[in-house]
C-alpha cells in the first residue's frame, strides 16, 4: 500500500496527506499508533510510503513524485514532501 487508507476504505486511494491528529483519530492504519504524537510534540512530518515498491522510495530520495500520504502536525503545510536527513 503506497500510503494510507480511511479504516474500511480498502478499495479507496490512499490520501495525499493528514494531520497528525486526524492519523490519531484513525486508529490502526499501517503506522505505529506512537508516530502521530511524536510528530506533534516535535513538530515534524512525515511521508509514509511503500518500502516494498523500491521505485517509489528511490524517486522520493530524489524529489521526484512518489505515491505515498504525508502526515503533518496541525497547521503545518500540507502540501510538498518534508525531506530532512542526517547523518
Given at each position: 500500500?503506497?500510503?494510507?487508507?480511511?479504516?474500511?476504505?480498502?478499495?479507496?486511494?490512499c490520501?495525499?496527506?493528514?494531520t497528525?491528529?486526524?492519523?490519531?483519530?484513525?486508529?490502526?492504519?499501517g503506522?505505529?499508533?506512537?508516530?502521530?504524537?511524536?510528530?506533534?510534540?516535535?513538530?515534524?512530518?512525515?511521508?509514509?510510503?511503500?518500502?516494498?515498491?523500491?521505485?517509489?522510495?528511490?524517486?522520493?530520495?530524489?524529489?521526484?513524485?512518489?505515491?505515498?500520504?504525508?502526515?503533518?502536525?496541525?497547521?503545518?503545510?500540507?502540501?510538498?514532501k518534508?525531506?530532512?536527513f542526517?547523518?
Open positions: 500500500m503506497p500510503g494510507i487508507r480511511r479504516p474500511g476504505d480498502a478499495d479507496g486511494a490520501l495525499e496527506s493528514l497528525t491528529a486526524e492519523a490519531a483519530a484513525m486508529g490502526r492504519t503506522i505505529d499508533e506512537c508516530l502521530p504524537p511524536f510528530l506533534e510534540a516535535n513538530g515534524m512530518s512525515c511521508t509514509i510510503l511503500d518500502g516494498r515498491d523500491h521505485l517509489s522510495v528511490e524517486n522520493w530520495f530524489q524529489g521526484l513524485p512518489a505515491p505515498g500520504t504525508l502526515v503533518h502536525p496541525v497547521g503545518a503545510p500540507a502540501r510538498g518534508a525531506r530532512s542526517s547523518a
